[in-house]
Nanobody, 123 residues
Framework: VQLQASGGGLVQAGESLRLSCTAS????????MGWFRQTPGKEREFVAR????????SYTDSVKGRFTISRDNGKNMAYLQMNSLKPEDTAVYYC?????????????????WGQGTQLTVSS
């Protein structure tokens, strides 16, 4: 499955933005979907994950209560709604897919990385 993240941009702290992940090549129904982010010089960081059915989600602590991951299997897309954005959320955001069961949070447990989308939050 090929993935493409989009929707990034420049926003002010406190504002909201929604990222989209468009999948092609295969249906995402067989995959858990996730979002990661990366800043220069740092490791890629797990942000959020949603199960194949959408019934289970998990988040890294720093975004709990502010970010919401969702998916639309019919449209072959996943989303990341980001509210109350902070400057520390600034990063390149990537979507990814996995068939690893449980709650994989390590980048090596995910594949089908798409090109990222840059989010910049100004203070």
């Amino acid at each position: 499955v090929q993935l493409q993240a989009s929707g990034g941009g420049l926003v002010q702290a406190g504002e909201s933005l929604r990222l989209s992940c468009t999948a092609s090549g295969r249906s995402i129904r067989s995959y858990a979907m996730g979002w990661f982010r990366q800043t220069p010089g740092k490791e890629r960081e797990f942000v959020a994950r949603i199960s194949r059915s959408g019934g289970a989600t998990s988040y890294t602590d720093s975004v709990k209560g502010r970010f919401t991951i969702s998916r639309d299997n019919g449209k072959n897309m996943a989303y990341l709604q980001m509210n109350s954005l902070k400057p520390e959320d600034t990063a390149v955001y990537y979507c990814a897919a996995t068939t690893v069961v449980g709650t994989p949070t390590e980048p090596h447990q995910w594949y089908s990385w798409g090109q990222g989308t840059q989010l910049t939050v100004s203070s």
